[in-house]
């Protein structure tokens, strides 16, 4: 029954799945547990029970890659920088070094938000312990690890898990989209499981990428046939909307990247009818392995021009870009896609210009509040 009961939260009974937001691990750990028993003759680790939340985490942890995405500088905030030293607003920040480092209020180790902690410290905390760590940048590794790594281990007990760094290359002048970062590091998670994918300027809850990570695993355990689950959130016209069909599952997602993809489903966008609300993913997203890895070799080999970039039909033609967006459609295109609608608005919450730190420190404070019982 519980599986079953997992299975549609995140499908047509998708819209209870915010009020079970605080039970959805203890629920994925009870389906996982009840498949198991029902299924598994003979019994080997992968099979194995699990006698609490924590045990079950820590045995996906050893089979989940966390690949953090740490956007660079880019034109966007670096104009937004110079605009707030001209008007006497924000920190002084040397405008070259990328946009997670930028420190804003630490309510990691002070609940008040005393001193300052780097915007992506948030994104790290969220993942951490999770699974091994990659971490995705264009240099100033060292600080990096000095400025966020370091500080989040230390308020959290200790180092949490092995970690490596990787080096997006940029052959035209500019890195060419999550997508292909993802395949130009596939050697560093291919032999996972599962992969945890996030982005370094985000207002991440842990509750919602450990709920995502054990619900898509007991789902899998339950016969589901999915390979992505995406946690999330219902927020009036979403700029970037989820289309599901009539079984809840997501068919098309409305992302800027992905212009051009017609969506069809029983449930459109806010922004597609008129309504007041819609869903939007809250850039946190759970693969399994390899269908992620399947995702992006489909890509690179089709739509890759020596020379160009990409040339994927639907996306922006100037950018030459690879998008994780496209591996999602592909994905929800064959039915193997998840949604579950648990995550909290404030998540929705980037810091992409200076302007706005003051609502990603208010989304942060509310996150962490809540996250505090759930970090490892």
């Known amino acids: 029954m519980k599986a079953a009961e997992l299975a549609r939260l995140a499908g047509a009974d998708h819209a209870s799945a915010l009020s079970c937001r605080g039970q959805i691990a203890e629920l994925a750990l009870a389906a996982r547990n009840a498949s198991v028993l ?51 607003r924000g ?74 760094f990787f080096e997006q290359e940029a052959p035209f002048g500019k890195p060419l989209g999550h997508g292909d970062a993802a395949w130009q590091c596939r050697s560093l998670w291919e032999g996972a499981e599962y992969v945890v994918a996030n982005f370094g300027g985000d207002a991440n809850s842990r509750r919602t990428i450990l709920s995502s990570l054990l619900a898509l695993d007991a789902l899998r355990a339950g016969g589901q046939e999915a390979d992505l689950l995406i946690p999330a959130a219902r927020v009036p016209g979403p700029a970037y ?23 069809a489903g029983a449930e459109a966008s806010a922004e597609a009818t008129g309504a007041s609300f819609g869903y939007t993913n809250v850039g946190v997203r759970v693969y399994r392995a390899s269908a992620l890895l399947a995702g992006v070799a489909h890509f690179r080999s089709r739509h890759w021009v020596p020379g160009e970039g990409y040339t994927i039909p639907g996306n922006d033609p100037a950018g030459k870009e690879f998008a994780l967006d496209n591996v999602d459609a592909m994905i929800a295109a064959d039915g193997r896609a998840r949604m579950l609608a648990i995550a909290r608005p404030e998540e929705l919450t980037p810091a992409k210009t200076v302007d706005d730190i003051p609502a990603f420190e208010r989304a942060v404070e509310s996150v962490v509040r809540e996250d505090g019982a759930t970090r490892g």
């Open 38 to 88: 029902r299924t598994a003759v003979p019994r080997t680790a992968e099979s194995r029970s699990f006698g609490s939340v924590e045990e079950y985490a820590r045995f996906l942890a050893g089979r989940t890659v966390c690949l953090t995405l740490l956007a660079g500088a880019g034109s966007r905030w670096v104009a937004s920088l110079a605009a707030a030293r001209e008007g006497g």
């Open 91 to 164: 920190r002084p920040f040397d405008p070259s070094r990328p946009r997670g480092l930028y420190p804003v209020r630490d309510f990691l180790t002070a609940p008040e938000g005393r001193g300052a902690v780097p915007i992506a410290a948030y994104a790290i905390a969220a993942t951490r312990a999770l699974g091994r760590r990659v971490i995705v940048v264009r240099g100033w590794e060292r600080e990096i690890e000095e400025e966020i790594l370091e500080p989040v281990d230390g308020a959290m007990g200790g180092r949490g898990g092995e970690r490596s």
């Open 241 to 263: 909307p989820i289309r599901l069909d009539d079984a809840g599952f997501p068919r098309d997602f409305g992302h800027a990247k992905l212009r051009g993809g017609a969506g």
